[in-house]
């Protein structure tokens, strides 16, 4: 069973479109969380939710909306994408709030690619 | 803000020879987490330490608090240890403030 699950692996879109990601966990964690991966393999944190309330909104254009139905989904719709929009999408879960100090279990990553 | 750096951001090596890579972060923190990103893209959290030292086979993590340090080591590589390795730290130091990354040291063991 996979712990970590994300679907799309890939989506290809034009700009201008709108496209949802969607983030489920099965670990009956507390805290899930989106980065993106850019181009130079770069990680870097956009959102944490803790129990479907976002926590951390790390400077995040307001066309990335991150949604959280219950505490084991976090999906990711962003609008409007633009061509540097293009990355790996990554989701992650931890048991703790505490994140920086509770090992995270990532998802496969969902390439995006905006033409 | 913690600032992380990782060395080298590229080693090769053959296969069976000890591998080091290091970590240099700028804030105390509580923890620090070594991650294993595969050639296929998928990431895995290898390591969480706080002190000392902390093995998994034939990976070994140490970390330096009060050098602000950490190494990963890998005994007898293999290719299939070829992958990218990422050091992560609170942002804030201590244990706040969600992970920073390091850009990730690319390891490729020739058979």
């Known amino acids: 069973d996979t712990a970590v699950s994300q679907t799309p692996k890939y989506l290809v879109t034009q700009m201008g479109n709108d496209k949802s990601i969607k983030c489920e966990q099965n670990?009956?964690?507390?805290?899930m969380y989106w980065y993106k991966q850019d181009s130079k393999k770069f990680l870097k944190i956009m959102f944490s939710y803790n129990n479907k309330e976002l926590i951390i909104n790390e400077t995040v254009p307001n066309r990335f909306s991150p949604k959280s139905p219950d505490k084991a989904h976090l999906n990711l719709h962003i609008n409007s994408l633009e061509l540097g929009d293009s990355a790996v999408y990554f989701c992650?879960?931890?048991?703790?709030?505490?994140?920086?100090?509770?090992?995270?279990?990532f998802g496969p990553g969902t390439r995006l690619t905006v033409l | 803000k913690n600032e992380v750096e990782q060395s080298p951001q590229n080693l090769t090596a053959q296969e069976g020879e000890f591998i080091t890579i290091n970590c240099s972060y700028s804030?105390?923190?509580?923890?620090l987490h070594w991650l294993q990103q595969h050639p296929g893209g998928g990431i895995v959290s290898l390591f969480m330490l706080s002190s000392g030292k902390k093995k998994h086979g034939r990976l070994i993590a140490t970390i330096n608090i009060q050098e602000k340090h950490s190494s990963l080591h890998i005994t007898a590589s293999h290719p299939r240890d070829s992958a990218v390795y990422i050091c992560a730290v609170p942002t804030l130091g201590g244990s706040q403030g969600n992970l920073i990354f390091g850009k990730g040291t690319k390891l490729s063991v020739k058979p």
């Open positions: 670990l009956g964690h507390d805290t």
């Open positions: 992650a879960s931890s048991r703790l709030l505490a994140g920086a100090t509770d090992t995270q279990y």
């Open positions: 804030v105390g923190i509580s923890a």
